[in-house]
């Protein structure tokens, strides 16, 4: 079982940067991805970005491409989320995920999760 501990959300206003952290520990070479999954509120969780463990590609969901960025610092078992030119519709719950399999793009393709960090973005 892989355990994740996600960090590093906050609130910034329209334009401003955060910087996501995502630690994992145990079973962690058994995932095929890493990703992180947004949620707001009265929505469904939706996939931002993700890192294909094996061959260090990356997926990002349209909204967020050309602005976020996934990275993967493996001494560190530490994924990370940078997130720049954030806009007010990027407020959301943050939960990086291990897992994968399929796609790697849905929530029910992982089976760890982190506990969720916050981001609020004002216009």
């Known amino acids: 079982q892989v355990q994740l501990v996600d960090s590093g959300g906050g609130s910034v206003q329209a334009g401003g940067t955060l910087r996501l952290s995502c630690t994992a520990s145990?079973?962690?070479?058994?995932?095929?991805?890493l990703g992180w999954f947004r949620q707001a509120p009265g929505k469904e969780r939706e996939g931002v970005a993700v890192?294909?463990?094996?061959?260090?590609?990356?997926f990002y969901a349209d909204s967020v491409k050309d602005r976020f960025i996934i990275s993967r610092d493996r001494a560190k078992n530490t994924v990370y989320l940078q997130m720049n030119s954030l806009k007010p519709e990027d407020s959301a719950m943050y939960y990086c995920?291990?897992?994968?399999?399929?796609?790697?793009?849905?929530?029910?393709?992982?089976?760890?999760w982190g506990q969720g960090t916050r981001v609020t973005v004002s216009s």
């Open positions: 890192i294909y463990l094996s061959a260090g590609s990356t």
């Open positions: 995920a291990a897992g994968g399999g399929g796609t790697c793009r849905l929530p029910y393709e992982y089976g760890s």
């Open positions: 145990g079973y962690t070479f058994s995932s095929a991805c």
